[in-house]
């Protein structure tokens, strides 16, 4: 039994099914709604439609193609719903969950319940992949069975816009140190610019959340007016940094600059890359439109924000992402502490491995540990439980590698080896120890 029919519960159902077992697979949309979700599409996206990188020299690249070469369903759907991102992996939303969607529904020994789960369930095996908006009734009922209060985070989603309301003249199209054309819609601003947009942010009106939450947002999806808040220069550091970008209208490199990216294949909408907000709409429609190019935007959708429920991991989980308080329910995706679609679609597929191998009586398939997979559950597992928060994966949870001196040349001086040196070592170590586990856990229906 699967809870959730989002990127996790969907992956871990294909996985299980692929290997023998039969799955119920319960969603509560479209009969009860999310605060979030749109359709009653499975596997939809609501933060952003970006994947992110696809290049292995990046710890998601490396756990992206760890997923294809295990038989990934999420990253399957993600590459046949491709848009043009530069050197990201980015998906026409819609495509992509009617991809994931129709693979699901069609499969053989998965059933697809649309009905609400408000207790956990006593079967034998049991996959909770509610994700961050868990319905509140489960998520109490979980609390109380793993006693200690939940945490949570505040997560924004950037707003998206419609490409044939953007002013392409003060624009240009370019990928970060790129060439040719490049995939990215870029907004140059100038300091006059940048410092009117900064104050305006400051000065927005924000939905404000309630009296007894705390605002403990994701470092990584902080929202745009927060970042501005920490400091005048923090935007022109972080998502509007316009290093390795040049204006051709100018010939120099401008002092900020608002990337948008496709949303769709058709190209008709776009994303505004890394502004997720929760300023109120009348604000972002104020705001945004200051930049150039969207004085007359017209938006497809408004910036929102969304609580995000996640279990204290390192205290709650066992080793195969079970309950130690019931260990015949798994955890997988947002829920179980990590950050990302990717990552909540890989502790899926790794949750519907252990549930094969515990209804087998096997030993369960542990990816190697110099895998991203592992790098994933070593986080899960090790991080300190007093300051527990969610993570992408990120280089930082591998093994450490030998130190090496490289010598470009016979005669030269060695030097210390680089990162992306050392990130493609990490890459490539991890992809050479990955065969064996692939053997283990390849599909083989009983």
């Known amino acids: 039994m699967i809870v959730g029919a989002g990127l996790a519960g969907c992956e ?22 999310s605060p979030a979700h749109t359709t009653a599409d499975l596997a939809e996206l609501v933060c952003s439609n970006s994947l992110r990188s696809a290049q292995l020299g990046n710890a998601v690249g490396l756990l ?61 095996r049991v996959i909770l992949a509610t994700g961050p908006l868990t319905d509140p009734e ?3 009922d979980l609390q109380a069975l793993c006693g200690e209060q939940s945490l949570y985070f505040y997560d924004a989603v950037a707003p998206i816009v419609y490409a044939d309301s953007i002013d392409l003249a003060p624009t240009f199209r370019a990928s970060r140190w790129q060439d040719d054309e490049g995939d990215y819609l870029n907004l140059p601003l100038d300091r006059a610019g940048y410092e009117a947009f900064v104050d305006a942010l400051c000065s927005a009106d924000t939905v404000p959340l309630h ?20 400091g005048r220069e923090t935007l022109a550091h972080g998502p509007m940094k316009p290093v390795g970008l040049t204006d051709p209208h100018t010939g120099r490199r401008p002092w900020a600059v608002v990337q948008l990216r496709h ?25 945004f439109r200051m930049l150039p190019g969207l004085g007359a935007a017209v938006f497809a959708r408004y910036g929102s924000v969304h609580r995000n429920t996640y279990l204290n991991a390192p205290r709650q989980l066992g080793p195969t992402l079970e309950l130690r308080a019931r260990p015949a329910v798994r955890i997988a995706g947002q829920m179980a502490g990590v950050e990302g679609y990717v990552e909540s679609a890989a502790l899926g597929g790794l949750a519907g ?35 527990f928060q969610p993570m992408n994966v990120n280089w930082g949870l591998f093994p450490a590698l030998e130190p090496v001196r490289v010598a470009p040349e016979p005669d030269a001086r060695p030097r210390r080896e680089k990162r992306p040196e050392r990130n493609a070592r990490l890459a490539a170590r991890a992809l050479a120890d990955l065969e064996p586990w692939l053997a283990a856990a390849r599909a083989r229906p009983a």
């Open 64 to 124: 992206k193609e760890e997923m294809r070469r295990l038989g990934s369903l999420i990253l399957r759907a993600a590459d046949a719903a491709a848009v043009p991102a530069g050197s990201a992996l980015a998906v026409d939303r819609a495509r992509f969950a009617r991809h994931v969607s129709d693979a699901i529904e069609s499969h053989p020994r998965i059933e697809v319940r649309r009905e609400r789960v408000a207790k956990l369930p006593d079967d034998e």
């Open 353 to 387: 491995l252990f549930a094969v191998a515990d209804a087998r009586g096997e030993a369960p398939p542990l990816p190697p540990e110099t895998s991203a997979h592992a790098a994933l559950l070593r986080h899960l597992r090790d991080a300190d439980p007093r300051r």
């Open 263 to 287: 949303e769709d294949a058709a190209g008709a909408l776009y994303n505004l890359v890394g502004l997720q907000t929760k300023m109120r709409v009348r604000e972002q429609q104020r705001v």
């Open 211 to 230: 009296d007894f939450e705390q605002a403990l947002y994701f470092e990584g999806c902080l929202p745009i007016e927060e970042m501005a808040r920490r």
């Open 12 to 33: 871990a159902a294909w996985h299980a099914a692929q290997r023998g077992l039969s799955v119920r697979l319960y969603e509560m949309r479209p009969a009860h709604a």
């Open 138 to 140: 489960l998520a109490a």
